[in-house]
């Protein structure tokens, strides 16, 4: 094949996205929480975490392709500018033509990943949240701005401590507890991070204000 065959190929697979679903809500987790967002979830994920609540999300051919250009067109309606890419695993795709439309619609990008593919596309902001069911691409620890570790037990409090010796010194550490273990694991997170401060907390207020 051509390289101009193979730039085209990747230009038209960009163009479309499998789309679960998009809405207008508020950023519940981590260092932008709070924020308006417009979330972008793609279906598809080959990572697989047994706590996930969106397992809706792992199958791709149950969600429709979307134009890249109708995505961003739906963002626009709404008056914040700040959009999150999620999943699923986004990384699974392409995404430098998303995140090019959303700059150029006046759109900063998050993508939430769990860093097991490649990066793509050009980010605002990188939430990096690793998982034991897959490992993460190299690439993604030097650009991580944000290590996000879901604590489901105690053994995870040492697993979040490798991948944060890893990523760069100035990446914001954020510990959250697992949804359905929180009343467990809540009181444990506390202590650790008095104990090791360089660490924050991430809660997902938006369960709590049963928002999207």
């Excluded at 929480?33 to 199958?59: H, M, N, P, T």
């Excluded at 700040?82 to 006046?106: I, K, N, Q």
Aim: a negative charge; proline letters at 6%.
């Amino acid at each position: 094949m051509r390289e101009k065959d193979k730039t085209e190929e990747t230009l038209l697979a960009e163009a479309t996205l499998p789309l679960m679903e998009a809405f207008y809500t508020l950023q519940g987790e981590g260092a932008h929480q709070g924020r308006a967002a417009y979330f972008i979830r793609l279906g598809g994920c080959d990572v697989g975490c047994l706590w996930c609540d969106v397992k809706e999300s792992w199958d791709a051919e149950a969600h429709p392709q979307v134009a890249v250009d109708d995505i961003v067109k739906q963002a626009g309606q709404h008056p914040g500018r700040l959009a999150v890419v999620t999943g699923g695993e986004p990384l699974m795709y392409s995404l430098d033509f998303l995140t090019e439309r959303l700059h150029a619609a006046g759109f900063e990008t998050n993508i939430e990943t769990s860093g097991a593919h490649p990066m793509s596309g050009q980010w605002d902001w990188i939430c990096f949240s690793p998982k034991k069911f897959k490992a993460p691409h190299p690439d993604i620890y030097g650009r991580a701005n944000e290590l996000k570790v879901v604590i489901f037990n105690k053994s995870d409090f040492a697993w979040a401590e490798e991948h944060a010796a890893k990523v760069s010194p100035d990446c914001r550490l954020y510990l959250q507890p697992e949804w359905d273990r929180s009343e467990r694991m809540l009181p444990e997170i506390v202590e650790y991070i008095k104990a090791h401060p360089q660490w924050r907390i991430s809660l997902q207020v938006h369960k709590f204000m049963n928002i999207p």
